[in-house]
């Protein structure tokens, strides 16, 4: 009966799906919303990556609500870990001291690595209204860039839950309270403030580099939370 059922369902969603776009032009789309972003987005927003112009400035609330899944995604896997580690940890009532760090090579390696991902992924932060890049990539290298910190070093307390926490409620807060303030100037939400600056350069665009600088630290910080709850010692220690 189940393979019936799911076959059903698979037809009924290939049946709707040609007759949703049996009637589309493909090939042929006309490209007026785009092409209105690409003339426009200079004048109107004053980043040279016109990627940045559509994320941050034209459909700024949609990507508020990419950050807030991902927070939601971060926060059901940190509680799943935690509880499921925790029970174990009470139930075997065994665990081993085994927090120690990682080989020579590893140690030096990372102690080498770590500040060069961080370079980097500020890097890519700060200049993602100028070339490809922004909040979401360079976010994602500094938390790998603190992923392989705790799992080649985790002797290191340096990292803990309070100050991920902080990081990533602060980034959270930038990020809408510079959209309300766009809003009460009468503007759109999340549209560009302080001037355009000179254009291509770095200090340009108004507030869309704080807005990636926002979107970076809360993805890195959110990223990096997952991983402390990966980590068994961190949850029975």
């Known amino acids: 009966m189940t393979k019936y059922s799911a076959l059903l369902f698979i037809s009924g969603l290939v049946f709707m799906l040609m007759v949703i776009t049996g009637q589309m032009p493909l090939g042929q789309a006309p490209m007026l919303v785009g092409n209105a972003i690409l003339e426009g987005a200079k004048d109107q927003v004053g980043a040279a990556n016109v990627v940045t112009s559509v994320v941050l400035a034209y459909r700024g609330l949609d990507t508020l609500g990419e950050l ?3 927070f939601a995604a971060a926060t059901v896997v940190g509680l799943v870990l935690n509880k499921s580690q925790l029970n174990k940890a009470v139930a075997d009532n065994t665990h081993k001291d085994d927090d120690h760090d990682s ?23 700060t200049h993602g209204h100028l070339t490809p890049g922004g909040g979401f990539q ?41 959209g309300l303030l766009a809003l009460f100037q009468g503007q759109s939400f999340l549209q560009p403030l302080l001037g355009h600056g000179e254009f291509a350069s770095l200090w340009s665009a108004g507030t869309l580099p704080i807005l990636y600088l926002a979107v970076g630290l809360k993805v890195g910080a959110e990223l990096a939370g997952v991983l402390l709850a990966l980590n068994t010692d961190e949850v029975a220690g």
């Open 68 to 70: 807030s899944i991902l």
């Open 103 to 125: 080989g020579f090579v590893a140690i030096n390696a990372i102690d080498l690595i770590f500040p060069l991902l961080i370079v980097v992924g500020m890097y890519i932060i």
């Open 138 to 178: 360079g976010g994602v290298v500094l938390a790998v860039a603190f992923s392989m910190l705790i799992i080649v070093r985790p002797r290191r307390k340096s990292i803990g839950h309070g100050l991920i926490t902080f990081v990533e409620s602060f980034a959270g807060f930038s990020f809408i309270l510079i």
